[in-house]
């Protein structure tokens, strides 16, 4: 089996060789639980800016929004995760010698 690539090189192989997925769904699923989590307090505030009873409204639909929103992205990211890892199946049974 080769060795991985470093990232960067992955990023920039035009041939498609590696999946650079996989290498970074962490940072992909941390970064939109960090946009959700930015736009439910900017909505908590901003209502909270209007009068109170909007603030707590927006306070109680952001948190039910937000644990929506961690399950889809999850979801979603583990679908991604599940095409790639039957991808890189597939391409290891069609080559079973390493070759591209």
Request: glycine share 8%.
């Amino acid at each position: 089996m080769p060795s991985q690539k470093a990232l960067i090189e992955s990023l920039v192989d035009f041939s498609f060789g590696e999946f650079v997925t996989l290498r970074i769904i962490k940072l992909l699923y941390a970064l939109h639980l960090l946009v959700g989590l930015i736009v439910a307090i900017g909505l908590v505030l901003s209502g909270f800016r209007e009068s109170t009873a909007q603030g707590l409204l927006l306070l109680i639909l952001c948190a039910v929004g937000l644990i929506f929103w961690t399950l889809y992205v999850r979801v979603l990211l583990e679908v991604l995760i599940a095409i790639f890892r039957v991808a890189e199946s597939v391409s290891r049974i069609a080559n079973p010698s390493g070759q591209s």
